[in-house]
């Protein structure tokens, strides 16, 4: 029934660069395409608990303090929360493509871009900051700052060449764990089959051990005679 809208969740998903996206983001986007193509679209619960059951896509459920998952009670949109989401801050359950593996370099790009937004949205804040009041204009550009340093550090510390120099150590690292084991394998193999050999020898000592009195006793016996 509502196959086509779970379709375009996963194209909407596989497009957005954040790869781990808030459910209603994505429900928002889809609503906006059921709308142009004229498809049904279930309410956010009723799409939320399609996406946690379909199996192209990772959902992460939003925990509260305790990590335990939040409760559904519902909540009044305030007209912050919803600047807050025009602003690109959404709460509430992230889902992913299952597909998408979280490299290093996406994770990089994923804080980058998130700390660029937040200081766009700093910025906005300081243009629509009230006139005439200088504790306000204080604590904006005191964060503005902070949030400034922070950019500089973020994109420093996860650059693309980082993250980069990051997963290619990472994939040696894996090769190089997976190597031992092999050769584990083969070192266990080896001496069953030494085992089997040295057991040959003994069995052929024994026999001439037992024949050696025989050819004693022959030989005493000539000498009698």
Not at 52 to 81: A, H, I, K, T, V
Not at 146 to 166: A, C, G, I
Not at 204 to 214: D, G, R, W
């Amino acid at each position: 029934m509502y196959e086509r809208c779970l379709n375009e969740a996963e194209r909407i998903l596989a497009s957005d660069k954040d790869v781990i996206v808030a459910v209603k983001k994505i429900w928002e986007a889809v609503e906006k395409q059921g709308r142009k193509q004229g498809f049904e679209m279930p309410s956010l619960p009723d799409f939320t608990a399609l996406l946690e059951g379909d199996f192209r896509f990772e959902f992460m459920p939003s925990l509260d303090e305790n990590g335990e998952p939040l409760g559904e009670s519902p909540r009044e949109e305030s007209e912050q929360q919803e600047e807050l989401e025009s602003l690109g801050f959404y709460s509430g359950d992230r889902v992913k493509l299952k597909r998408v593996e979280l490299t290093p370099e996406i994770i990089g790009g994923l804080i980058r871009r998130k700390v660029d937004v937040t200081m766009d949205a700093l910025t906005r804040a300081w243009h629509r900051r009230p006139d005439g009041d200088q504790d306000t204009e204080d604590q904006l550009l005191d964060i503005l700052a902070k949030t400034q340093k922070l950019q500089r550090e973020v994109k420093n510390t996860f650059s693309p060449e980082r993250m980069k120099d990051l997963d290619l150590a990472l994939k040696q690292a894996g090769k190089k764990l997976s190597a031992p084991r092999a050769k584990k394998g083969a070192a266990k193999k080896g001496p069953a089959k030494k085992k089997t050999q040295k057991k040959k020898p003994q069995l052929a000592a024994k026999k001439s051990q037992a024949k050696k009195p025989a050819s004693r006793a022959q030989s005493k016996r000539s000498r009698r005679k």
